[in-house]
């Protein structure tokens, strides 16, 4: 089987990064993580990219101005360069625009810290208390050009507690998503993701492949 090229687009510290990088590790993984690229030459992930020995590269949307089609034509042409087969997005802070995701059509995944479709958006743990919603989470889904809406692969649910924070909830979820992000890709690298009529099918998958309940 040969594995599947993958980028992984950051704009941070790369936590599920280094979990997309830690599961490749394995020889029976379906994917190698070819490339980490990053939008902001300040991310924290860079480092722990270039220390984990893998090509990284920066496309600082700053320098394209408000032309988010130059940013979009020089990311392409990283990924063409690295011959990437398959893109991760793992808190990468900007919108694609349909333009890119056309081009790279069912082969971008990103991670959401939510259980999609609730919480689309930005500040979600916050929005999830204020709800006051007693089960939360984090979904992967595959990138469609409307934001935080593709089919989804897999999710990871966790209990809300009566004396959560915004920053306590986001702890626990951040752990689900290291679980579940290695999950999703390797389902997906295998070729067992089939799109149909906007959700995915998974073959052969017992429903513990791609769910997760995280006890409290
Ligand atoms: C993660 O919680 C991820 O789900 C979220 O940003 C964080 C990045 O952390 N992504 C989004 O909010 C995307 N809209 P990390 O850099 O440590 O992986």
Not at 101 to 120: D, S
Not at 139 to 163: F, K, N, Y
Not at 171 to 187: F, G, M, N, S, T
Request: hydrophobic letters at 50%; glycine letters at 6%.
């Amino acid at each position: 089987m040969s594995r599947k090229r993958v980028a992984i687009l950051i704009s941070g510290r790369g936590s599920n990064m280094t979990a997309l990088v830690e599961a490749a590790r394995a020889p029976d993984y379906p994917a190698e993580i070819v490339l980490v690229a990053s939008n902001r030459p300040d991310a924290a992930g860079l480092a722990s990219a270039r220390a984990a020995g893998i090509a990284t590269e920066t496309v600082d949307h700053a320098r394209h101005g408000k032309d988010r089609e130059s940013f979009e034509r020089a990311l392409d042409a990283a990924l063409a360069a690295h011959r990437v087969d398959l893109v991760c997005l793992a808190g990468f802070m900007r919108l694609l625009t349909p333009w890119f995701v056309r081009r790279w059509e069912a082969r971008i995944l990103n991670i959401h810290p939510a259980l999609l479709p609730a919480f689309k958006g930005t500040d979600t743990h916050a929005r999830a208390l204020a709800a006051g919603v007693k089960i939360h989470g984090a979904t992967v889904h595959v990138v469609v050009p409307e934001m935080d809406s593709g089919p989804i692969i897999a999710q990871a649910a966790v209990a809300v507690r009566e004396d959560d924070t915004p920053a306590s909830l986001a702890e626990r979820v951040l752990a689900a998503e290291h679980r579940i992000y290695p999950l999703a890709l390797k389902l997906f690298a295998e070729g067992r993701v089939r799109l149909v009529e906007g959700r995915c099918v998974i073959a052969d998958a017992a429903a513990p492949d791609a769910t997760l309940l995280v006890p409290q």
